[in-house]
Nanobody, 127 residues
């Protein structure tokens, strides 16, 4: 059974940084792309970033380009989201997600492409 557990959320002032982690278990982590999404109450879940199975390609939403960086450590079965220059509009619950296709290419920017989701971690950016 695939499990994704996020950590690292919290409260930070605008302009600050936070680093999120997502630990995966239950299957061969290195065979799958990974993604981060976020959601504000009352709004749809929004794509943030994705990374290919080997870490060679990353994709970012326009709203976070130049500020957020997704990375992965396949030896630790963990994907990270480094968030810099945070803005109040980045406040949301952040979710880690994993698809069900091995060694696949694609941007993985769409919610339906993902099968497994973590429980989410709250990020609050104060102005």
């Amino acid at each position: 059974q695939v499990q994704l557990v996020e950590s690292g959320g919290g409260v930070v002032q605008a302009g600050g940084s936070l680093s999120l982690s997502c630990a995966a278990s239950g299957r061969t982590f290195s065979a799958y792309a990974m993604g981060w999404f976020r959601q504000v109450p009352g709004k749809e879940r929004e794509f943030v970033a994705a990374i290919s199975w080997n870490g060679g390609t990353t994709y970012n939403a326009d709203s976070v380009k130049g500020r957020f960086t997704i990375s992965r450590d396949n030896a630790k079965n963990t994907v990270y989201l480094q968030m810099n220059s945070l803005k109040p509009e980045d406040t949301a619950v952040y979710y880690c997600a994993a698809p069900n296709r091995r060694y696949s290419s694609g941007t993985y920017s769409l919610e339906y492409e993902y099968t497994y989701w973590g429980q989410g971690t709250q990020v609050t950016v104060s102005s």
